[in-house]
């Protein structure tokens, strides 16, 4: 089936209106609707998707009463209209649907790879202190201006990218930049990961009136924890900023570096359930990663806490049981994923420097934006290295060419020359190899048990 660009969006607009309006409607009624709407994403996106989501969709919906469509008609009670219709548009329909089928597109006519979202750093200034990060020493030196950003997103727009990412530092120093990209780029959805402790009643009137920008806030864990390490004070800051968030009926999140101290409270039902209580729909879930000259590597989990955070957050957001929120297990998903995303796969980032990196954790780079064209710049010859190499594992437990594969990212960087990017100080590829190698060692036969009880679990069964 084949739909202009207006036609599909126009249909998505419908599609959003039903959902605000008739989500109290009679069983059959919305049942009968929402299986229509996943035939014709089905038709629309062709086998972009695997068979399996599509089906899986289709029981979601006819389940009702499960954990699932509950937590769908909470979000869809609880968010604001403008900011629910215009997320379904620009992370639905211009995003996931016609950015991404555009995307594939591109991928082909180019003959490199394209992004589906990019992380930008607006600065490598931030207001906090914490402990293991000098972004807040660093200071204001590094900054790309309201211009290249709005360059960046008109460049990626070309490609079929919609979905955009801030980082930093903390990206809300500059909140009053990011609305007016929000603004102007009406057709893409914004995001950005912030400690919160920025969030005031304007913003959050600003977020509710653009519709297309959403937050995931840091948190280590509870109140003594997370001021440990970021500054007393900053939980209780953290709190206010999300009942600000959730009154206004705003779409947030929280950002979870698990590590081998907080890994247990971070994934434990009493913290889940502050999350919910809070407002928080989602949760993306980062293991610690040793970069940097000073990282801290006694933080990096070992095999049996990796497995244990693995196993928490599967069991939270399995379709039956656990609890009604939606998480992201950025180190243990590579099954979905079918491995790395980065280098351009999935995803790219861009430092306050312009420095344009295959992931917010590689820090090198063969390109610049304020020196090459995006394009140019997934051409280079790091992302393509990437490009060939991917998946650097079958094992999908095993995804990243630094953290479980280090002899590859020791190597692409070498072939493809690629300059250390490191905001601090420079960091030599053989030094964070050697960081590395230890804990790929004694993660790897974990990660075989692993996968072969994935390859064994009926319907999760995926073919590298």
Known sequence: MSFTYAAGRKLFEKTTDFLL???????????????KIVDWAEKFMGDIFQQKYYDNARKLVLNEDGKWMTYTKNLIDETHPNVLKTHVLNLGYEASLYGLKKIHKMRKVYNCNIPWAILIDPTSACNLKCTGCWAAEYGQNLSLSFEEMDNIITQGKELGTHFYIFAGGEPLIRKDDIIKLCEKHHDCAFHAFTNGTLVDEKLCKDMQRVGNFSLAISLEGFEKSND??????????????????????????????????????????????????????????????PIGKDAWVELLPNAEQREYVYRRIKETRALEGGKPIFLMDFQNDGRFTKGCIAGGRNYLHINANGDVEPCVFIHYSNANIREVSLLEALKQPLFMEYKERIPFNDNHFLPCPMLENPEYILDMVKRSKAKSTDLQSPENVEDLVAKTRPYAEQWKDKAEELWHEILEEKGELVKS
Not at 253 to 276: A, P, R, W
């Open 228 to 289: 440990s390490r970021r500054g007393g004070g900053t939980f209780e800051k953290v709190m206010d900023a999300m009942n600000l968030l959730k009154e206004h009926g705003l779409l947030f999140g929280t950002s979870i570096c698990y590590t081998s101290q907080n890994y247990k409270d971070v994934t434990s039902d009493e913290f889940y359930d502050m999350l919910i209580d809070k407002g928080v729909k989602f949760s993306w879930y980062f293991h610690y990663m």
């Open 21 to 35: 309006k008739y989500f109290d409607k009679k069983n059959e009624e919305k049942q009968s609707k929402l299986l």
